[in-house]
Structures are given as structure tokens and as C-alpha cells.
């Protein structure tokens, strides 16, 4: 059977299992390692192809089977459903069976659920599972599976006809809604319009039955499809479709096809060029509705700005043009404000022209860095195509060259003007980490200046350009006027004479030695004050 290489693959009825690898074990025999679990009629045929190719006699030998077990923990699994019941090891195990790559695994007995001391509300779940390839790749893919925390939420709606459930992916979650309205009643939408507040979707899409000129231009205006436009803002979502694109393709030849699926996207994912719908009207097969596809940014996208390299000849080519852009000032007539308007805008579309000319785009990571240049990049681009030792250390002597010169061009800008705080890093400008977003008060990521200037605006400014409501006033408990005591002769003079020995230059106050005197006051004038207060009183 191995000397021979009879061919991997078991032909007959098991054509898709294949052989995965080959042991050989001194003297016990070898093993074979298959690429899914083989049905027992192959027990008989490897036994056929051992009777072949050895000179033992064909009842001494055995064909065993062994089981390969591996184990997929998930993190951070909660402990409690979203609906307030506790999770259950069987449960999770429900969960886990709905995934599509889980549903042909064999589960070699009942998870367990471990929970840390450290942590609160949150568990480790064990799965131990049949592997007979011993493959990390199956236990990667596995553990892939359910990273993206996939819950079905029936607490925020709850139809026959519709699927809500919550996506969430890189720590942030989106709401995605299925819907199928039955044409004739369309029970599903009355559902939804009957809501008093829908949450904010990043997909609303499924069959919805319903006609208008907006998506099929062989329909008018139809008052139902009407009802479903209005309703879609409610739920922070907008047509994708592109107009007069069939999706539904009746079995009944005499009838044209229609556009009733349809697709509704987040409004901040719309602009998105990452946001995409293909219809695939030939893959439909047996079917009469057509396969869409959709590709949506669940991550935050951020367009680094374009920027010329410090130092390169497309800096010095730019300054150049720059400095063209100036006319003599003698040519240009300056008489009023739309000549200097027409001159400015002049001199800002020839820098922008020449700006725009040099520019390239910046590919920021995690693992850039300042000194890395075009020579590291060639240095490596070198490397990788002949791995060769000499490519290596030439690599590994141009990254340390170029780090050289980049640090020591630090110390010497640092030295010659003086400025050591330039070296700290906290006292720097920063780049943005990728991970790092602004959000508004609902979680949704802030990713153009006019969302940040709304943002802002509703975050720090909400009370601004709002009548003020003085009747909260009216329900407060009414005091009556506290009563103050007499003062006394001697306390109004104690008084006097500590305010002007402490009180500040100033024209009340007068500089010197005459702010000693100017504190003793007439015997009349306080005798004066104190009858004017037992007045008042």
C-alpha cells in the first residue's frame, strides 16, 4: 500500500474521503490518518489492499479505529441570555449546533462551562470534539465560527414573518432584520408600523411583496409600497437597489419579472465604497428568486490624507510650483473685492493642482514607523523574492543604518535647538490608534467632519437656542425672610478697619499711608448708619 503510492483517494462509493497521513509504527504496523470519519465499508477495503502487500497471513491481520479528540474554549461566553435568564450549558449547546460548521461536527460529550473568580457575568465554554486529522485548521475555523457573537433578538422583535437578530464584530454591534410579507396581507409590515419606535438597523432586507416606481419604473405611484418608504427613516435605512434590477423571476413564462426584494442599509454605511449589491439573476438555479450579495462595513473606515514625503523630490517639485503660483502683484488690477477674490482663488487652485500632483496616500499600521523609507522598503521587497543569507543581512543592515541616521538626526535637531521635551513622546503629537474611534451618544462611529460637528453640537450644546422654563420654580418650598440681628457700634468699626487695611490698591483706596486714615470715620456718621438701621428694621 506504501511502497506502491496507491492513489489517495478511495475510489468506488467514498470518492471525496482522502488520505490525510501516513505513520509508520515499529513493529505494531502504521496508521492511517483520514480527512473526515470513514464509514465502516472502508474497514474492509484497507483490509484488502494490507492483504496485498504483506506476508502475513490475511486473519492475523486487524484494522482498529481510533478516535482524535480537540478542544475549542470560547471566551467571554455570558452567563445570562439577553433576556435576563440564566445560560445553560445546554443552551450554549443549542447555539452552538445553529451555526453552519457545527452542525456535521461530532461533539464527543457535554461542554463545560468554567467561570474565573476574576471575572463577573462572563464564562469560559469547553468543547471537545471528533478531530481524526488532528488539523488546528477545523478548531480555528470552529472557534471563528462564533467570535462574531451572532444573537437572535426576539426581545426587540418578535413576528412569524421576520428574523431580527444582532451582529456583533470588533467590539461593535449592528441589528440586521429579514422580513418576508405575505402578499396578501402584508401582515408582517402592519406589525412594524404598529411599533411605537424601531431601533436603528445597519440591513433591513427580504421579500416584501410590493411594487413602486422608485425601484420597478413599469409601476406608479401604489400607496402600500408608500407606507414602507415612510417607514424606513424610522429605522436609519435607505434604498440600495439600482433601479429596473430584477430579482424575482416567476416560473409562469407569460409574467415579466419584478423587483420585490429588496435592500435597505444604514445611511452612514451608504456612502461607504465598500457598500455593494450584486444580484446574481443566473446562479438562481431551481429557484425564481435571484441570489443578491451584499458586502457591508461593519468596521469603521478611515481615509488616511494624502501627504508628500519630507525630503523628497516631489516636496521640492511642489514648493517650486508653489512659489510660481504667485504673481507679480504689479499684473493683477487689486481695485476691489472680487479682483482680490478672484486672485486668492487663483493662487489656492494652483496649489492645490500642484499639491494634489505629488500627493500619495499613507497605508498606516500598527507596525509603522517613522524612520522606515523607500530604501528599507526595497531592502525587504529584495528579501522576499530571493531568500538568500546575503539578502538577509543586507536587509538587516540597511534597517540598522537607516535607524542610525534617522535617531541621530534627532539627537543633533534636538541639541541645536534646545527643545529635550521633543524627545518624550507624551508632549508629541500622536496618531490616532486604528482601534480608536468617536462615537455620538447612540454608538454610532463618527467618521466625517459634519457627523463630528453634530455630534458635538447635540453631546455639549444641547441646551442652546431653548426657551427657559421659570415654572419649575412654582413647586418649590417658599421660606420665610430670615431676621438679622442688630450690629453693634463696635462691630461696624472692628469691620471698617479690617476692610481698609486689607483691601487692594485700587481708585476706591488710597496708596500709602493714607489708608490708614481714611478708615477712621466721623462718630455722627456712624451714629447716622445706626439709627438708619433700626429704621429699616
Same mark, same amino acid.
Given at each position: 500500500f506504501l511502497a506502491n503510492r496507491e492513489p489517495d483517494t478511495f475510489g468506488g462509493d467514498h470518492p471525496s474521503i482522502r488520505v490525510?497521513?501516513?505513520?509508520?509504527?515499529?513493529?505494531?504496523?502504521?496508521?492511517?490518518?483520514?480527512?473526515?470519519r470513514p464509514p465502516e465499508s472502508l474497514d474492509d477495503i484497507l483490509h484488502t489492499y494490507l492483504a496485498r502487500y504483506t506476508d502475513e497471513d490475511s486473519n492475523h491481520l486487524r484494522v482498529s479505529r481510533f478516535q482524535f479528540r480537540n478542544t475549542v474554549f470560547f471566551r467571554r461566553v455570558p452567563l445570562c441570555a439577553p433576556n435576563g435568564d440564566p445560560s445553560t450549558v445546554n443552551g450554549l449547546l443549542n447555539e452552538l449546533l445553529a451555526d453552519p460548521l457545527w452542525r456535521n461536527i461530532q461533539i464527543a460529550g457535554p461542554p463545560r462551562l468554567h467561570v474565573p473568580e476574576h471575572t463577573q457575568g462572563y464564562g469560559v465554554l469547553y468543547v471537545d470534539f471528533v478531530d481524526n486529522a488532528r488539523s488546528s485548521v477545523l478548531r480555528n475555523a470552529l472557534k471563528q465560527s462564533k467570535r462574531t457573537n451572532l444573537v437572535h433578538r426576539t426581545d426587540l422583535l418578535s413576528h412569524p414573518h421576520l428574523i431580527c437578530f444582532s451582529l456583533t464584530v470588533r467590539g461593535l454591534s449592528h441589528l440586521f432584520l429579514n422580513v418576508y410579507a405575505d402578499p396578501?396581507?402584508?401582515?408582517?409590515?402592519?406589525?412594524?408600523?404598529?411599533?411605537?419606535?424601531?431601533?436603528?438597523?445597519?440591513?433591513?432586507?427580504?421579500?416584501?411583496?410590493?411594487?413602486?416606481?422608485?425601484?420597478?419604473?413599469?409601476?406608479?405611484?401604489?400607496?402600500?409600497?408608500?407606507?414602507?418608504?415612510?417607514?424606513?427613516?424610522?429605522?436609519?435605512?435607505?434604498?440600495?437597489?439600482?433601479?429596473?434590477?430584477?430579482?424575482?423571476?416567476?416560473?409562469?413564462?407569460?409574467?415579466?419579472?419584478?423587483?420585490?426584494?429588496?435592500?435597505?442599509?444604514?445611511?452612514?454605511?451608504?456612502p461607504s465604497?465598500?457598500?455593494?449589491?450584486?444580484?446574481?439573476?443566473?446562479?438562481?438555479?431551481?429557484?425564481?428568486?435571484?441570489?443578491?450579495?451584499?458586502?457591508?462595513?461593519l468596521s469603521p473606515e478611515f481615509d488616511p490624507q494624502l501627504h508628500i514625503?519630507?525630503?523628497? !523630490?516631489?516636496? &521640492? /517639485?511642489?514648493? @517650486?510650483?508653489?512659489?510660481?503660483? %504667485?504673481?507679480?502683484?504689479?499684473?493683477?488690477? +487689486? !481695485?476691489?473685492? &472680487? /479682483?482680490?477674490? @478672484?486672485?486668492?482663488?487663483?493662487? %489656492?487652485?494652483?496649489?492645490?493642482?500642484?499639491? +494634489?500632483?505629488?500627493?500619495?496616500?499613507p497605508k498606516i499600521t500598527a507596525h509603522s514607523k517613522r524612520w522606515w523609507n523607500d530604501e528599507c522598503r526595497d531592502a525587504l521587497r529584495a528579501y522576499r523574492e530571493d531568500k538568500s543569507q546575503d539578502n538577509r543581512w543586507a536587509y538587516f543592515r540597511t534597517v540598522r543604518r537607516v535607524q542610525r541616521e534617522h535617531f541621530e538626526g534627532v539627537i543633533q535637531?534636538?541639541?541645536?535647538?534646545?527643545?529635550?521635551?521633543?524627545?518624550?513622546?507624551?508632549?508629541?503629537?500622536?496618531?490616532?490608534?486604528?482601534?480608536?474611534?468617536?462615537?455620538?451618544?447612540?454608538?454610532?462611529?463618527?467618521?466625517?467632519?459634519?457627523?463630528?460637528?453634530?455630534?458635538?453640537?447635540?453631546?455639549?450644546?444641547?441646551a442652546a437656542d431653548r426657551p427657559i422654563?421659570?415654572?419649575?420654580?412654582?413647586?418649590?418650598?417658599?421660606?420665610?425672610?430670615?431676621?438679622?440681628?442688630?450690629?453693634?457700634?463696635?462691630?461696624?468699626?472692628?469691620?471698617?478697619?479690617?476692610?481698609?487695611?486689607?483691601?487692594?490698591?485700587?481708585?476706591?483706596?488710597?496708596?500709602?499711608?493714607?489708608?490708614?486714615?481714611?478708615?477712621?470715620?466721623?462718630?455722627?456718621?456712624?451714629?447716622?448708619s445706626r439709627s438708619s438701621m433700626h429704621a429699616s428694621d
Open positions: 490525510e497521513r501516513t505513520q509508520w509504527l515499529p513493529n505494531i504496523g502504521f496508521r492511517v490518518s483520514f480527512s473526515e396578501t396581507n402584508h401582515a408582517v409590515l402592519e406589525y412594524l408600523y404598529n411599533r411605537p419606535s424601531l431601533p436603528s438597523f445597519a440591513l433591513v432586507c427580504g421579500d416584501f411583496n410590493l411594487h413602486h416606481q422608485l425601484w420597478d419604473d413599469a409601476y406608479g405611484f401604489r400607496e402600500a409600497a408608500q407606507r414602507l418608504i415612510d417607514l424606513m427613516p424610522d429605522m436609519s435605512v435607505s434604498l440600495l437597489n439600482t433601479p429596473n434590477i430584477y430579482t424575482h423571476f416567476p416560473h409562469n413564462t407569460a409574467l415579466c419579472p419584478t423587483v420585490i426584494d429588496l435592500v435597505w442599509v444604514n445611511d452612514t454605511m451608504i465604497p465598500s457598500t455593494t449589491l450584486i444580484v446574481d439573476a443566473d446562479g438562481r438555479e431551481a429557484f425564481d428568486h435571484a441570489k443578491m450579495l451584499i458586502t457591508l462595513p514625503k519630507r525630503k523628497s !523630490d516631489e516636496e &521640492d /517639485s511642489f514648493l @517650486v510650483d508653489a512659489c510660481g503660483a %504667485f504673481s507679480p502683484v504689479e499684473d493683477v488690477p +487689486l !481695485d476691489d473685492h &472680487d /479682483s482680490i477674490q @478672484v486672485l486668492c482663488n487663483t493662487i %489656492f487652485n494652483s496649489l492645490q493642482r500642484a499639491f +494634489l500632483q505629488r500627493t500619495t496616500k535637531e534636538v541639541t541645536a535647538n534646545k527643545c529635550v521635551w521633543d524627545l518624550t513622546s507624551w508632549t508629541c503629537p500622536r496618531l490616532l490608534p486604528t482601534t480608536s474611534i468617536i462615537k455620538d451618544r447612540d454608538g454610532t462611529p463618527l467618521t466625517t467632519l459634519q457627523e463630528l460637528a453634530t455630534g458635538f453640537q447635540q453631546q455639549f450644546f444641547s422654563d421659570y415654572s419649575v420654580l412654582d413647586d418649590l418650598e417658599r421660606l420665610p425672610t430670615r431676621a438679622f440681628d442688630p450690629i453693634s457700634l463696635a462691630e461696624l468699626e472692628e469691620q471698617v478697619t479690617l476692610c481698609s487695611a486689607r483691601s487692594p490698591r485700587g481708585q476706591i483706596t488710597s496708596p500709602g499711608r493714607s489708608s490708614k486714615s481714611s478708615s477712621k470715620i466721623p462718630s455722627p456718621a456712624l451714629r447716622y
